[in-house]
């Protein structure tokens, strides 16, 4: 079971600690907390909402001792948003800390004793095995729960723990809920597992007091690029250095921009790029520190249980260098959607993870992802990927933010539009700068200078409905 297995890596470091702004203790401590919880509970899916991200870690570490379902929730992005989740993934019980300590909430209303979220479906054997149901951020569309199980999780934090660089003598900054998958697997569980010493992050994202965090010993940090160019900005005027060795990248793809910003800001420290998503636990390749300066764009090598193909629309693998689409075989693929037969199907078509991902594969094996498949425009015949528009114009200081998308009036044929955050810049002087950067087929025939951009819960652009169609 995974709970023995992280345990017993546990107790080999049983006085490092996890801490938060206002609780510490021991992993001694945090193994009789997970047991006591977990001898709370009884068979069901077990939603987790909690103010404090460490007592989110130990339901969580609770269902798994007990072999119950975890849906870990967040309570940072809202009642609408955790309604949506407990709507969704049908739960038995929720588990709070609205008074300090997890406590137990059946969500048992009606005479049958069926659940107030049930949607009257019987579970079938993927449901009983699942260990977690993890939501996806809905980027492009209805988010689904993937139904992850313990097997899965293993094989990803094993994949893992083969080339992340933790020691136990780290201390890791968890900032990001546990929500999300990369932060659950790719953060918390391979630390109890390495024996790290981990420090949560409970507050809003702020930049300045999360460099104030940073600079308190914290050695390892994992983030977006997004979440660490805000940073690098700062940093130099909250610490004149930091003990900061390894930095993680993750949820978005890097930029030449932003890599050059984060080098900048953090010359000594070794810098890492990896890609995943929910439905594969979620690791699926990652890119080694030593090849981050020279391939920031990339996100590396599958790993080493992973079979990873780059396919056309046809399911035919292309040639090096061609854009198709990322599919990925292995042990850490999810069962499924959660009761979403359909989707489950259209994802996991002829026994491959179909991700949704635009990508190409170089000589080396190195995967480059260029945006999502609903993402990609089709303009006069020509396939054009918003995120490469995107990625040259954040090149230039000026430009804070933008956004590529197809537009379409009418019967009209769709054409490229930006919405750009920028300083200073007039709408002549954005189409001057489109003209000196983007090649003829990328320029766009409309724009928005705009103040902000829309982000979903996970931080991500919200792209507008357009004229894109898919091949």
Same mark, same amino acid.
């Given at each position: 079971?995974?709970?023995?297995?992280?345990?017993?890596?546990?107790?080999?470091?049983?006085?490092?600690?996890?801490?938060?702004? +206002?609780?510490?203790? +021991?992993?001694?401590?945090?193994?009789?907390?997970?047991?006591?919880?977990?001898?709370?509970?009884?068979?069901?899916?077990?939603?987790?909402?909690?103010?404090?991200?460490?007592?989110?870690?130990?339901?969580?570490?609770?269902?798994?001792?007990?072999?119950?379902?975890?849906?870990?929730?967040?309570?940072?992005?809202?009642?609408?948003?955790?309604?949506?989740?407990?709507?969704? +993934?049908?739960?038995?019980?929720?588990?709070?800390?609205?008074?300090g300590d997890l406590q137990v909430h059946p969500l048992k209303t009606f005479a049958?004793?069926?659940?107030?979220?049930?949607?009257?479906?019987?579970?079938?054997?993927?449901?009983e095995q699942c260990a977690l149901i993890l939501c996806t951020s809905g980027t492009?569309?209805?988010?689904?729960?993937?139904?992850?199980?313990?097997?899965?999780?293993?094989?990803?934090?094993?994949?893992?723990?083969?080339?992340?660089?933790?020691?136990?003598?780290?201390?890791?900054?968890?900032?990001?809920?546990?929500?999300?998958?990369?932060?659950?697997?790719?953060?918390?569980?391979?630390?109890?597992?390495?024996?790290? &010493?981990?420090?949560?992050?409970?507050?809003?994202?702020?930049?300045?007091?999360?460099?104030?965090?940073?600079?308190?010993?914290?050695?390892?940090?994992?983030?977006?690029?997004?979440?660490?160019?805000?940073?690098?900005? $700062?940093?130099?005027? #909250?610490?004149?250095?930091?003990?900061?060795?390894?930095?993680?990248?993750?949820?978005?793809?890097?930029?030449?921009?932003?890599?050059?910003?984060?080098?900048?800001?953090?010359?000594? #420290?070794?810098?890492? &790029?990896v890609y995943g998503l929910t439905e594969a636990s979620p690791r699926v390749a990652?890119?080694?520190?030593?090849?981050?300066?020279?391939?920031?764009?990339?996100?590396?090598?599958?790993?080493?249980?992973?079979? $990873?193909?780059?396919?056309?629309? &046809?399911?035919?693998?292309?040639?090096?260098?061609?854009?198709?689409?990322?599919? #990925?075989?292995?042990?850490?693929?999810?069962?499924?959607?959660?009761?979403?037969?359909?989707?489950?199907?259209?994802?996991?078509?002829?026994?491959?993870?179909?991700?949704?991902?635009?990508?190409?594969?170089?000589?080396?094996?190195?995967?480059?992802?260029?945006?999502?498949?609903?993402?990609?425009?089709?303009?006069?015949?020509?396939?054009?990927?918003?995120?490469?528009?995107?990625?040259?114009?954040?090149?230039?200081?000026? #430009?804070?933010?933008?956004?590529?998308?197809?537009? *379409?009036?009418?019967?009209?044929?769709?054409?490229?539009?930006?919405?750009? $955050?920028?300083?200073?810049?007039?709408?002549?002087?954005?189409?001057?700068?489109?003209?000196?950067?983007?090649?003829?087929?990328? *320029?766009?025939?409309?724009?928005?200078?705009?103040?902000?951009?829309?982000?979903?819960?996970?931080?991500?652009?919200?792209?507008?409905?357009?004229?894109?169609?898919?091949?």
């Open positions: 079971m995974l709970w023995e297995y992280l345990k017993q890596h546990m107790l080999l470091h049983p006085d490092h600690r996890i801490e938060d702004e +206002t609780t510490c203790m +021991t992993f001694s401590e945090t193994i009789r907390k997970a047991e006591k919880t977990a001898s709370l509970l009884t068979p069901g899916r077990y939603a987790i909402r909690c103010r404090s991200e460490m007592n989110t870690g130990i339901a969580v570490l609770g269902c798994l001792a007990k072999g119950v379902t975890a849906v870990p929730l967040s309570a940072r992005y809202g009642e609408l948003h955790c309604e949506r989740i407990l709507q969704l +993934t049908t739960p038995d019980f929720l588990l709070t800390d609205d008074d049958d004793g069926s659940s107030a979220y049930s949607a009257g479906a019987n579970s079938d054997a993927a449901e492009t569309g209805i988010p689904k729960g993937a139904m992850i199980t313990e097997e899965n999780l293993l094989a990803n934090l094993a994949d893992i723990d083969a080339y992340f660089d933790l020691r136990c003598s780290d201390r890791i900054l968890i900032a990001r809920p546990l929500y999300h998958c990369a932060v659950l697997t790719g953060e918390f569980l391979i630390s109890l597992l390495r024996g790290v &010493n981990i420090r949560f992050c409970n507050a809003a994202f702020e930049p300045m007091q999360l460099a104030a965090q940073l600079a308190k010993e914290i050695t390892v940090f994992c983030g977006t690029p997004t979440l660490l160019t805000h940073l690098a900005r $700062v940093a130099g005027r #909250v610490s004149a250095s930091y003990c900061l060795r390894l930095i993680v990248s993750s949820g978005e793809c890097m930029t030449a921009k932003a890599a050059a910003q984060i080098r900048k800001a953090f010359p000594a #420290v070794r810098i890492m &790029n990652y890119l080694p520190p030593e090849l981050f300066d020279c391939h920031a764009e990339s996100v590396g090598y599958p790993l080493r249980s992973l079979e $990873v193909r780059v396919v056309d629309k &046809n399911g035919m693998e292309v040639p090096s260098g061609t854009v198709g689409e990322l599919i #990925v075989r292995g042990p850490s693929v999810m069962k499924g959607y959660f009761r979403a037969p359909k989707a489950t199907e259209k994802a996991l078509a002829g026994g491959w993870l179909h991700t949704g991902d635009m990508a190409c594969m170089d000589a080396e094996g190195r995967i480059r992802i260029k945006c999502r498949r609903d993402n990609m425009m089709i303009i006069a015949g020509i396939n054009i990927y918003p995120q490469e528009i995107e990625n040259a114009l954040r090149n230039d200081p000026r #430009v804070q933010d933008v956004l590529a998308y197809a537009a *379409q009036e009418d019967d009209a044929h769709p054409h490229i539009a930006i919405r750009i $955050v920028c300083d200073h810049m007039t709408s002549d002087e954005v189409l001057k700068l489109c003209r000196a950067c983007l090649p003829a087929y990328e *320029q766009p025939t409309e724009i928005h200078i705009v103040q902000a951009l829309q982000r979903n819960a996970s931080g991500k652009l919200i792209r507008p409905k357009g004229g894109t169609k898919h091949e």
